[in-house]
C-alpha cells in the first residue's frame, strides 16, 4: 500500500484565536464573518466560522488576532470545507504576506501555547 505524500511545509500547532474573514459572496456583495483558528501552520490555518463559509478558491481577507491583541492582515485561498453543520471550517491557504504570517503568528504559536498551558497550571490551586 502506498500512502499519500505529505503536503504540508512544517508543523502545525493547535491554537485559538479570534478571525474575521471577509470575501464577495457569488452574488458580489460584501460578506463578513468572525470565528476562530483551530491550528495555524506556516503557510495557512483551519478555521471555524459558525454561521457561513466561503467557496472553495475564493479569495478572502483573513484579520487574526495575535496575543497582544494586534490585528494581523493576510490574503488567503480557500481550499477545502467541513460542512459540519455543528463545527463548520474552512482550510485556507497563504497567497500574500507569508513573510508577515511566519514572524507575527506562526513563529509566535510554540511560546502563546506554552504561556497558556502555564495559566492552566496555576488554576489547579
Known amino acids: 500500500m502506498v500512502l499519500a505524500e505529505e503536503r504540508r ?8 484565536m479570534p478571525v474575521r474573514v471577509e470575501w464577495k459572496g457569488q452574488d458580489g456583495q460584501p460578506k463578513v464573518e468572525e470565528g476562530l483558528t483551530e ?15 466561503p467557496d472553495v478558491g475564493t479569495k478572502v481577507n483573513l484579520y487574526v488576532i495575535d496575543e497582544k491583541n494586534r490585528e494581523v ?6 481550499l477545502r470545507l467541513e460542512r459540519n453543520a455543528a463545527h463548520p471550517q474552512a482550510a485556507l491557504e497563504l497567497v500574500s504576506s507569508q513573510e508577515k504570517w511566519e514572524k507575527k503568528l506562526y513563529n509566535q504559536a510554540p511560546k502563546r501555547i506554552a504561556a497558556l498551558h502555564a495559566a492552566e497550571d496555576y488554576d489547579d490551586f
Request: no cysteine; net charge negative; glycine share 10%.
Open 73 to 78: 492582515a493576510v490574503e488567503a485561498e480557500v
Open 9 to 16: 511545509r512544517g508543523d502545525r500547532y493547535v491554537l485559538a
Open 39 to 53: 491550528n495555524i501552520g506556516v503557510s495557512g490555518t483551519l478555521i471555524h466560522l459558525p454561521r457561513e463559509l
